[in-house]
């Protein structure tokens, strides 16, 4: 069992920049970054290998654009999101995911992916 817990949530204007912090409470083997916005789908931000230290293979869905950069601290257990020129459409609830060794895998964008959620952190961009 991994406990996730997301912090670094805010209120921001357009432009702006927020970083996201999830702790995970046990090792992981992939963990990721996901948003909701009311009516909207659960939709997958990022993604990044947690188990190596040498070596972080990450993905992006396309919105993000260059704006977001995922990263992780091993030695801590927590998974980042440093999210820069934000936008209003960004405006969702952000969730932290992660799946240990021996899940399954149903692709690096999939709900089914990850065993393990947090509550959510929320982010605001207004215009």
């Known amino acids: 069992q991994v406990e996730l817990v997301e912090s670094g949530g805010g209120s921001v204007q357009a432009g702006g920049s927020l970083r996201l912090s999830c702790a995970a409470s046990?090792?992981?083997?992939?963990m990721g970054w996901f948003r909701q916005a009311p009516g909207n789908e659960r939709e997958v931000v990022a993604m990044?290998?947690?188990?190596?230290?040498?070596?972080?293979?990450?993905e992006y869905s396309d919105f993000v654009s260059g704006r977001f950069t995922i990263s992780h601290d091993k030695a801590k257990g927590t998974l980042y999101l440093q999210m820069n020129d934000l936008k209003p459409e960004d405006t969702a609830m952000y969730y932290c995911?992660?799946?240990?060794?021996?899940?399954?895998?149903?692709?690096?964008?999939?709900?089914?992916?990850?065993?393990?959620w947090g509550q959510g952190t929320q982010v605001t961009v207004s215009s």
């Open positions: 995911a992660a799946s240990v060794i021996g899940d399954a895998f149903y692709g690096w964008d999939s709900r089914r992916t990850y065993t393990f």
């Open positions: 046990g090792d992981t083997r992939r």
């Open positions: 990044m290998v947690t188990t190596t230290s040498t070596s972080e293979y990450s």
